[in-house]
Nanobody
Framework: QVQFVESGGGLVQPGGSLRLSCAAS????????MGWYRQAPGKRRELVAT???????VYADSVKGRFTISRDNAKNTVYLQMNSLEPEDTAAYYC????????????WGQGTQVTVSS
């Protein structure tokens, strides 16, 4: 069974930074595409960023140039560095894992709340 431990969420002022971490158990981490999604109240869950085992990345247009996804395969951990945060970034952020080449998500983390407010 795959489990994720997410951390790093919290309250930050506009323009500030946060770093989310997601540590995965199990044997999937090294081969799966890891990612982050977010869901704001009343809105659909949306893709933030993904990263393959080899380090290829995809970002939502709304976070390009502000967020950076990375992974440490030796630590089974994926990170999301978020800079220049805006109130519109407020959401629950979810770690994800997906089989390469498949458009869906196989596993979800429990979510960590990010609130951007002055």
């Amino acid at each position: 069974q795959v489990q994720f431990v997410e951390s790093g969420g919290g309250l930050v002022q506009p323009g500030g930074s946060l770093r989310l971490s997601c540590a995965a158990s199990g044997s999937i981490f090294s081969s799966y595409v890891m990612g982050w999604y977010r869901q704001a109240p009343g809105k659909r869950r949306e893709l933030v960023a993904t990263i393959t085992r080899g380090g290829s990345t995809v970002y939502a247009d709304s976070v390009k140039g502000r967020f950076t996804i990375s992974r440490d395969n030796a630590k089974n951990t994926v990170y999301l560095q978020m800079n220049s945060l805006e109130p519109e970034d407020t959401a629950a952020y979810y770690c994800s894992a997906a089989r390469p080449g498949w458009g869906g998500v196989d596993y979800w983390g429990q979510g960590t709340q990010v609130t951007v407010s002055s």
